[in-house]
């Protein structure tokens, strides 16, 4: 078992997990599934893979605590971490309301593991969860979104293309654009804060081939990839160490 690739290991217990969305790729049956967690009111028409890049979030963090990554110090997430896989509109909008009964964490105890890892938060704030109104659906969806997070590795593609954190330098947008586009035969949308790359987002059909996203990039020619600014607990005050901020 110690051999088994991780994201094997993922697929073969991830499947008493629940959370945000998922499903077998290679297979039209999670796709499904997926559609029907997610789609109680009007039918989405396409999913949206977020990605964030933790220092750039957390440098707009104003306090820390427990439950937040950005305030692990030096093991704070230095890789695009998971923010989620959205069901998106055409017109821009997405499906903002959820009936059902509430999200029961127990059913994805044996992935919480490698969620804390690839899918932290990155806040200190609580977010509504909601589940499907079928018991065992709900799953699926974080097993489709892992399984799109390490078949589609942007951290590993633009390491690879010289794009590494860094607080003194700029990278053009349009390079980093290029190199997740040579990997995957897709345009990212690529977000920015304050100049700093923030979010990259792949956008998918329902059955998880890739298609435009509605929105475009915002960010500047030019962009940083932040080293992190580590927030650390004390008394809810925000206090940095290590490398600077953005």
């Known amino acids: 078992m110690a051999s088994m690739p991780i994201l094997l290991l993922i697929l073969l217990i991830g499947s008493s997990y629940s959370v945000e969305v998922t499903g077998d790729i290679a297979g039209g049956g999670g796709a499904v599934q997926l559609v029907s967690t997610v789609a109680e009111q009007k039918v989405f028409d396409y999913f949206a893979l977020a990605l964030q890049w933790p220092p750039t979030y957390c440098s707009k963090s104003t306090k820390c605590c427990s439950q937040s990554a950005c305030c692990r110090g030096e093991n704070s997430p230095s890789v695009f971490t998971i923010h989620g896989l959205w069901p998106d509109y055409n017109d821009g909008s997405w499906p903002s309301c959820c009936s059902g009964p509430a999200f029961d964490e127990v059913e994805i105890s044996t992935l919480l593991g490698a969620l804390e890892q690839y899918w932290p938060t990155l806040s200190c704030e609580k977010h509504g969860t909601c589940a499907s109104s079928v018991t065992g659906e709900e799953y699926n969806y974080f097993l ?75 960010c500047p020619d030019y962009v940083s990839l932040p080293e992190f600014a580590s927030l650390e607990l004390n008394g809810g005050d925000r206090l940095f160490s290590g490398h600077g901020s953005v």
């Open 144 to 218: 489709t979104t892992i399984n799109l997070y390490f078949t589609y590795n942007v951290t590993e593609v633009l390491f690879e293309a010289g794009y590494i954190p860094s607080n003194s330098e700029k990278y053009p947008a349009g390079g980093i654009s290029s190199a997740i586009e040579n990997a995957f035969h897709t345009t990212p949308q690529l977000i920015c804060l304050k100049g700093a790359l923030e979010e990259v987002r792949l956008c998918f059909n329902k059955d998880f081939t890739f298609r435009e996203c509605v929105a475009k990039s915002d």
